[in-house]
């Protein structure tokens, strides 16, 4: 005797718009430039308000507030702290939820990236890349989850195809967002009962890195990519909306944005 099923979907299961985000608020870390801005641009565009983090780049910060709140006003708060420094972690999420009175999402994307060969290492180097790229998120998603859990919110954390397949001469920013891969599993089981979503996306050749990276050698990644070109910021912040707004049951996962590359190695 096989089941029977319907094959009907009511017209309004299909239409059901997806999940609306005006006035829902963002937390950012480091997104004055780079990929953390088109990410703020991206939620903003959506309706979004925003907690805007950054660390040095002041001005950068103030032009992409001055953006934004001039599209929609007072949709942008900016906060400054360095995240090394767990109080003031802290306190960015304490002070964003303060001024809106919500948090909705989270999305861990400040980082530092340099190489550590072996033998060169420092405990400098260990505490910089680990504080930034693995203890900051710890810290600012135990802070936001509560506040999250009320809004049936979500975290995004941005790593790398590089947790799974270490990058040479980098085995502490390897190991520190292999870190952050486990942290996103981790705490999807332990907030996924609060309804708190925790996903990732790992970002491949999306912009290159600020410390000078030859030509050859750049030609030699794209050379492994199966789409043969590097991505843009925006298939980055594509698909952190995507996790924030129409991932209902998605949680725990991880989401390579790398053009294939991953496919080669
Ligand atoms: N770029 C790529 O192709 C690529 C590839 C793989 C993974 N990713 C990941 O994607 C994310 C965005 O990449 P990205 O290249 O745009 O990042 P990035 O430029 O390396 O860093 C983003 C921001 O992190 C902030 N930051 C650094 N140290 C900090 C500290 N101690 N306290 C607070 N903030 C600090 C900086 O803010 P200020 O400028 O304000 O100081 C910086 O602008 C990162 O998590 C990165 O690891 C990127």
Not at 99 to 124: C, H, M, Q, W
Not at 149 to 160: F, H, R, W
Request: charged residues 20%.
């Amino acid at each position: 005797m096989h089941a029977v099923y319907s094959n009907s979907i009511p017209d309004e299961e299909i239409k059901k718009p997806s999940n609306d985000l005006t006035n829902k608020v963002a937390l950012i870390t480091g997104a004055s430039r780079r990929i953390g801005a088109i990410i703020a641009r991206q939620l903003h565009a959506a309706g979004m308000k925003l907690a805007l983090h950054y660390h040095h780049s002041e001005t950068a910060a103030h032009a992409l507030q001055a953006e934004l709140n001039n599209q929609r006003s007072e949709s942008v708060l900016l906060l400054q702290a360095d995240l090394h420094n767990t109080a003031k972690a802290i306190s960015t999420v304490r002070q964003a939820v303060e001024y809106y009175e919500r948090l909705d999402v989270l999305v861990n994307n400040a980082s530092t990236f340099y190489p550590t060969p072996l033998g060169k290492v420092e405990e400098k180097d260990w505490d910089e890349l680990m504080g930034i790229n693995l203890k900051a998120p710890f810290f600012l998603s135990q802070t936001a989850a509560p506040h999250l859990s009320k809004t049936q919110g979500c975290i995004i954390n941005l790593v790398d195809i590089h947790a799974e397949r270490p990058l040479k001469q980098h085995p502490l920013y390897s190991t520190a967002k292999a870190g952050l891969v486990m942290l996103t599993k981790s705490l999807s089981r332990e907030l996924g009962s609060k309804n708190v979503r925790v996903n990732a996306v790992a970002p491949g050749a999306i912009l290159w890195p600020e410390n000078d990276l030859d030509e050859v050698s750049q030609q030699r990644i794209i050379s492994a990519v199966a789409l043969k070109r590097h991505g843009e910021p925006n298939d980055i912040a594509q698909t952190v909306l995507f996790l924030v707004r129409d991932a209902r049951y998605i949680t725990g996962q991880v989401i390579s944005v790398d053009g294939g590359r991953t496919l080669n190695q």
